[in-house]
């Protein structure tokens, strides 16, 4: 289940004020709307945070069954757009500076639609964000783009793997880079390899940590297998510095503290075992 800003705003600061290392909140919307985002933006500060990454959510409604900004009908695809260009006047007000973008625009069924008409329609989309979140309206947002294997998408994820996501980004603009979730491959996958090669060509934008034994299954990072998690610390150790690192699990067996704080801790430890 989802915490209440009201309910995820203290427990962020006790983990900030016990680590010292996490003091970024990302905020999704439509979960976390309110009235008045930039006095949203202070009272995140006064508790000793800030705003991290703005996540729009175009995977509920039932409007998006068929895709958000992949759609066939041009009204959905509008309204899927203005969407994202709403959560970047959001940014914009709360001190955010980036913008998180996952889509479960995809295909359960051959000729459902066309596939390749589907990724035009993506790029149109993300190329009029690029433009309406640049410098002329203020400091310039970055868009990270995530991509996933599967799910909901039975047949083809419009943004399926991580050569797909680099592609798009070179194609969006120049502040488009790849967000990479560790629970959002096929089993096997050489996640430190994939990440070795954004790196080299500027793309690699983030991560959303978390660990898995199945699928994508958002367990508290490093608790499954932490040799993987060191292995991809050890190739951002080359880096000019790290990339941005969220916590993306979902904790309906633990206690949200306790769970998170194990998440922080375990990055730390692996972290500085890789350097």
């Known amino acids: ?32 709307a309110v009235d008045d985002y930039a006095g949203l933006g202070r009272e995140i500060t006064d508790r000793g945070l800030t705003v991290g990454t703005i996540n729009p959510n175009l995977f509920q409604d039932v409007d998006y069954k068929l895709g958000s900004i992949t759609n066939p009908d041009a009204g959905i695809r509008r309204k899927a757009t203005d969407h994202l260009l ?10 955010s500076d980036a913008l998180s973008l996952w889509f479960a625009d995809g295909t359960n069924y051959v000729g459902q639609d066309d596939l390749l008409a589907r990724r035009h329609r993506m790029r149109e989309a993300l190329q009029e964000l690029h433009g309406a979140t640049g410098s002329d309206s203020g400091d310039p947002l970055a868009l ?14 419009d943004l399926a793997d991580w050569g797909s996501a680099a592609l798009l980004c070179r194609e969006i603009g120049e502040r488009a880079q790849v967000l990479v979730d560790l ?35 958002d367990l508290i ?20 510095q790290l990339p941005r690192i969220s916590i993306d699990q979902g904790h309906n067996v633990e206690t949200k503290v306790e769970a998170i704080l194990r998440s922080v801790l375990n990055i730390q430890e692996i972290g500085r075992a890789s350097c």
């Open 1 to 32: 289940y989802t915490l209440s800003l009201h309910d995820a705003l203290p427990i962020s600061a006790e983990v900030q004020r016990l680590t010292g290392a996490s003091s970024r909140i990302a905020l999704h919307i439509p979960w976390d």
């Open 86 to 95: 709403e959560c970047g006047e959001i940014a914009r007000a709360t001190g």
């Open 144 to 157: 990270l783009v995530e991509y996933k294997l599967y799910e909901p998408a039975f047949y083809a994820t």
């Open 183 to 217: 629970g959002h491959h096929a089993h096997g996958v050489n996640i430190e390899q994939i990440v070795a090669i954004l790196a080299s060509y500027g793309l690699l934008g983030g991560f959303h940590t978390n660990d898995r034994r199945y699928g994508d299954d």
């Open 221 to 240: 990072t490093g608790s499954v297998n932490p040799f993987a998690l060191f292995s991809i610390f050890f190739e951002l150790t080359g880096l000019p």
